[in-house]
């Protein structure tokens, strides 16, 4: 069992940046891929990125390329996703989840473990 807390969340003015955090209870952290997902109200929840559980391999959504990086420290049993260059349309809570896999998974209802959600407002 993994639970997952995530931080950082804030109102920030395009352009600006964010770190957001996710902290990972239990010993086994470093086995599972790790992913960050987002969801705007009335919109399903989209992918955001994943990294594996060595951080070996990482992927994005094409909206967040080049903007933001996933990253994960498991002495710490965090990962991280840092935003650059907001967006108004970044805008929505943003969930880390958790799952074991070989591959790097973008749907969100394949991963086992979720945190409560962290909210990004971009404003214009």
């Known amino acids: 069992q993994v639970q997952l807390v995530e931080s950082g969340g804030g109102l920030v003015q395009a352009g600006g940046s964010l770190r957001l955090s996710c902290a990972a209870s239990g010993r086994t952290f470093s086995t599972y891929n790790m992913g960050w997902f987002r969801q705007a109200p009335g919109k399903e929840r989209e992918f955001v990125a994943a990294?594996?559980?060595?951080?070996?391999?990482?992927n994005y959504a094409d909206s967040v390329k080049g903007r933001f990086t996933i990253s994960r420290d498991n002495a710490k049993n965090t990962v991280y996703l840092q935003m650059s260059s907001l967006k108004p349309e970044d805008t929505a809570t943003y969930y880390c989840a958790a799952l074991r896999s070989i591959a790097i998974i973008t749907t969100p209802r394949a991963y086992d473990y979720w945190g409560q959600g962290t909210q990004v407002t971009v404003s214009s």
């Open positions: 990294i594996t559980w060595s951080g070996g391999r990482t």
